[in-house]
């Protein structure tokens, strides 16, 4: 039947028919980061399924559901019949009973800031928008360009969560994430040096022997978890470190504060204007 109909078409329309044969994909993301690069590289209309918490754009909420990052349902995904199943690397057992049924997967990093740049030239490339992630790619580069020369050779530390006090166990962005290459990429250091990979986890006096000239608080959730920025910014005042003599201690409270994805370029932009506010604090003191 196909036979007969492409005979039919002239050469121009059988190349558009069967290029479009090709383009259509049913595409799941298995995380929030995957989920808004494919839809930012302009493939959305191809998704068939994501997880909980892809919420961003408001187009994905209405997505059907495959389970969780850490817990994603291999029946669900089935029944969604995916053409492609785009996943990190948490997730390489799931990759390989995929391969098992002939369900094409593919593994992206998207920890450091290299690999997210590589991982969306790649998906790109994948779903024949090439265009669209070089365009994302040089967004990011330019964000990273303008946060060259503001200050230099301070120790900045970077703290992920809602610590209403400083006793409890305190997440910080360690040499394993894309934020360590960013306060690089600024001039500046990461107030915490460690060569672990694995998520960093401070005390108190952990925090006073970094000494950090800048703290900025990554806490996308203040809003869903009842508080307010006082009450984060309040155990960090009485501390004996530069930061909180200078008043240096800054909240980014954005969703997108800690999703790697196209939306890295207005965490680049939320940390270009910290880096602002301290250098005028300086030159004012």
Known sequence: ML??????????????????????????????SINEIIYALGAGDEMVGNIEYCNYPKKALKIP???????????????????IVVME???????????????????????????IKTSIVALGKIFDREKNA???VGDINSGLDALKNIVKDKKILMVIGHNTSLNRQIFVAGQNLYFDDII???????????????????????IIATNPDIVILLSP?????????????????????????KNSIYIIDKIYAGIPSDRLVYFLEDFREILNDYKINLLQN
């Open 65 to 83: 559901k495959v389970g969780g990052y850490f817990s994603p349902s291999l029946e669900k995904i089935i029944a969604l019949k995916p053409s």
């Open 134 to 136: 070089t365009d994302i």
């Open 184 to 206: 690089k990429e600024s001039g500046n250091q990461n107030a915490f040096q460690t060569t672990r990979k694995g998520q960093p986890i401070l005390n108190m006096e952990n």
């Open 3 to 32: 036979i007969k109909l492409f005979g039919r078409l002239s050469p121009t329309l059988l190349v558009f028919f069967s290029l479009s044969l090709q383009a259509e994909e049913r595409i799941i993301a298995l995380s929030p």
């Open 89 to 115: 690397s948490n997730n390489y057992k799931l990759s390989q009973q995929l391969d098992k049924l002939d369900i094409k997967s593919k593994i992206v990093d998207i920890d450091t800031l290299e690999s």
């Open 221 to 245: 959730y203040i809003k869903e978890k009842g508080l307010t920025k006082k009450e984060l910014l309040e155990p960090w005042k009485s501390l004996p470190i530069n930061a909180s003599k």
